[in-house]
């Protein structure tokens, strides 16, 4: 019965695929910024809702997060949580690639559809805005939305094929010092410069660097205010920091250290210090079992997987760590193209390009796949969730 269900979604999303395709592209021509992603919410869902999901907006009370289910009520089978992320970056566009992301969530769930009567499962389509700073999948993780949800999947396009990979955990703060202000030709005596305290938490942490755990712990940071004028002496001045390590313990440990940092700056040059926290994004602990059902079903696609590198590799960090820690997941990258530079104009062209196209179909197909192998796969699923409940367990010992 799984060859002939999976023979079934490569049919579906094959017809379905201008449909698909048009998504991707829609979004691709109109990218929305973090948390204002209304035409792409809007998209997503009519599309969806046309086809007989039941939708539910302002998910979690964020605006643009939405819930598309099929059936509209289920409590028999396993339910599966396809991720659509759809923010772009500001000034470049869909550089990251969620165009494809959010198109390959619907077209895997639109290829499901038909099957679910016989399947006895549901599928989910959970709209996650934000994951570029703001976190989407954080504040639906924080707000229960995962709690009844079997598994959770997504994909996302890259330079190379990896089913496995893991991501950074990340503190997000911003730094604020206030000064004085002054002449700072005629009074410079009587100012107190909020911007040379700044420069001195920037000096602090680069001295910080060096005494970092090894293998990707690390700590970014840009000034995001630093003044008007120089004729007058900066009284405000502010830097935005990830602090990031392979374990959000760890990287709460970094935070605390560019605290101190920014401290000893501020005693410096008699500034004041506030801090501001701005979330964190856990860890991914990707499923590995989920992960090689997805591998063998892309495989099967004739996709070649690179299991070097990246298998057990590390990825910036991804908010979809916080999802991994309530229910299993997995985060698969599928190649745009060898190469490319992320977060680039270049990319966001790669979307929509044939590579573009026949990753999507791809992955949709893929993820559908998947999908079927834990409807009809008892024991598979069983084998995912204890590897789930044994791999978290080791991640809160840490």
């Known amino acids: 019965m799984a060859k002939t269900c999976k023979d079934a979604v490569i049919l579906a999303v094959d017809s379905a695929r201008e449909k698909i395709w048009s998504i991707n592209k829609r979004l691709y021509e109109h990218p929305e910024i973090a948390f204002h992603e209304l035409k792409a ?28 289910c099929y059936p509209a009520a289920s409590t028999r089978g396993p339910a599966v949580a396809l991720l ?9 566009g869909h550089g990251c690639g969620h165009n494809l ?10 290829a499901l559809k038909p099957l679910l009567g016989q399947l006895n499962g549901s599928i989910e389509v959970i709209g996650t805005p934000a994951e570029e700073g703001g976190g989407g999948k954080v504040l639906l993780a924080q707000a229960g939305v995962f709690e009844e949800i079997d598994v959770a999947m997504m994909i996302h396009p890259y330079n190379i094929t990896a089913i496995c990979a893991t991501s950074l955990a990340r503190v997000k703060v911003g730094v604020e010092f206030h000064g004085r202000a002054a002449h700072s030709f005629m009074h410079q005596d009587r100012g107190v410069n909020a911007l040379a305290a700044t420069i001195q938490l920037f000096n602090g942490v680069n001295a910080l660097r060096e005494h970092l755990k090894p293998y990707h712990t690390m700590i970014h940071g840009v000034i995001t205010d630093g003044g008007e004028f120089p004729v007058t002496v900066p009284d405000y001045s502010a830097s935005m920091f990830f602090a ?9 440990e970094v935070y605390e ?6 401290k000893a700056a501020a005693t410096m040059t008699g500034a004041k210090v506030n801090f501001h926290s701005y979330g964190e994004y856990k860890e991914l602990i990707p499923n590995e079992t989920l992960a090689a059902a997805f591998g063998e079903n892309l495989g099967a696609l004739g996709v070649p997987i690179d299991e070097k590198g990246m298998y057990n590799g590390v990825m910036c960090s991804l908010d979809i760590g916080d999802v991994a820690y309530h229910v299993p997941s997995i985060h698969p990258y599928i190649c745009l193209g060898k190469g ?6 270049e990319v966001a062209e790669a979307t929509v390009s044939e590579l573009g196209r026949e990753l999507l179909l791809n992955a949709a ?12 796969d008892k024991t598979l699923l069983e084998k995912i969730k204890k590897e789930f409940t044994s791999s978290l367990k080791r991640s809160n010992e840490n």
């Open 257 to 262: 250290k560019l605290k101190q940092c920014a």
């Open 41 to 68: 919410s809007e998209w997503i869902t009519s599309l969806l809702e046309e086809d007989g999901f039941n939708v539910e907006g302002n998910l979690a009370d964020l605006e643009t997060a939405f819930r598309a």
């Open 84 to 92: 659509a992320e759809y923010d772009a970056l500001p000034k470049i």
């Open 340 to 345: 490319l530079t992320w977060h680039t104009t």
């Open 244 to 252: 990031m390590a392979p374990h959000i313990a760890e990287a709460r």
């Open 101 to 110: 992301i959010a198109a390959a969530a619907v077209g895997a769930a639109l």
């Open 365 to 376: 197909k893929a993820l559908a796949m998947t999908a079927v192998d834990i409807y009809l």
